[in-house]
């Protein structure tokens, strides 16, 4: 028997460098680019932080080159046993469709999987993934646990500027808000594969209140592993991540990342969300 199924994913997923190396997950660079022509690749170059509060800063998904060649390289490294992509969702990105055209090319060899999020919520569905992997799952069986993963999680994020949504053309139904008082802090969740409006609060206090009531409710006593991401506010991210963790009866195990400058290009500076995984193992570093 080979190696367990390969599992590839792009930048947006978050995922530590410790997990990655751990499980032997590939990752695909998504982009960003400057107006004066710079550009960088997400997880490969050093980018400046301030990127995500830089005008005119746009941003695009991971090639058809780069998907193929990681492809490549990981059916490879599977040894028969398979591959399985896990991306953002194709109604955020141009990913997914570069990535099935990349497992046309390849025979279909690679099963891509839609997972109808981003940030940290698509990281805990590649896990899922990885851990059906790890225990033994063929190549299908692997597909389907994400697929379920993806169906089943729950991505709320609060905002403290409208300023990047305005310029975002990723991130639908706010368009009714966007000529409000500065003051509005949207609750946005992920809705059939986009960022939607949820809710709009008056204070970022009383939106990261309500997103936490809303996850407590979500999770509706089930064990969950809990994703908190941010961008560039650890500080926020940790009391968010104290406070629904205390409300919860069960919680595997959690995980908090910074959203990294591909999307917080799109949320910007201080944005914080929280994520809900149903049926995971332990994730372990």
């Known amino acids: 028997m080979g190696v367990p199924v390969v599992i ?5 997923s978050r995922l530590p460098a410790s997990l990655m190396s751990k499980y032997g997950i590939l990752q695909v660079p998504l982009h960003v680019a400057l107006d004066d022509g ?3 690749l997400e997880g490969v170059d050093d980018i400046p932080t301030d990127v995500v509060s830089t005008p005119n800063v746009t941003t695009s998904g991971a090639s058809l080159a780069d998907l193929r060649s990681a492809y490549e390289r990981a059916l490879e490294i599977s040894d028969g046993d398979g591959v399985v992509a896990v ?3 194709r109604r955020l990105s141009g990913t997914w469709s570069a990535a099935r055209l990349a497992s046309d090319a390849l025979d279909g060899e690679v099963r891509v999987v839609d997972s109808r999020s981003v940030g940290v919520s698509l990281g805990l569905t590649t896990m899922a993934a990885v851990q059906a992997a790890q225990a033994g799952g063929e190549r299908d069986d692997v597909y389907e646990a994400a697929v379920r993963a993806g169906a089943t999680a729950e991505s709320l994020l609060c905002v403290q500027n409208l300023d990047n949504l305005r310029h975002s053309g990723r991130l639908s139904a706010t368009g009714h808000i966007l000529g409000s008082a500065l003051s509005i802090k949207p609750i946005l969740h992920m809705a059939d594969g986009v960022l939607a ?3 709009r609060h008056r204070t970022m206090t009383k939106a990261i209140s309500k997103m936490v009531d809303t996850i407590v409710e979500l999770a509706d006593g089930e064990p969950v592993t809990v994703g908190v991401q941010h961008c560039q506010n650890p500080a926020l991210a940790s009391e968010v991540l104290d406070s629904v963790v205390s409300r ?4 595997p195990s959690t995980l908090t990342v910074d959203l990294g400058q591909v999307l917080g290009t799109h949320v910007g500076p201080g944005a914080v969300g929280v994520a809900l995984a149903h049926g995971l193992d332990p994730i372990t570093f």
């Open 8 to 12: 590839v994913t792009d930048s947006s």
């Open 38 to 40: 710079t550009e960088y």
């Open 87 to 89: 991306h953002m969702s």
């Open 197 to 199: 409006l949820r809710e």
């Open 248 to 251: 919860l009866d069960d919680v």
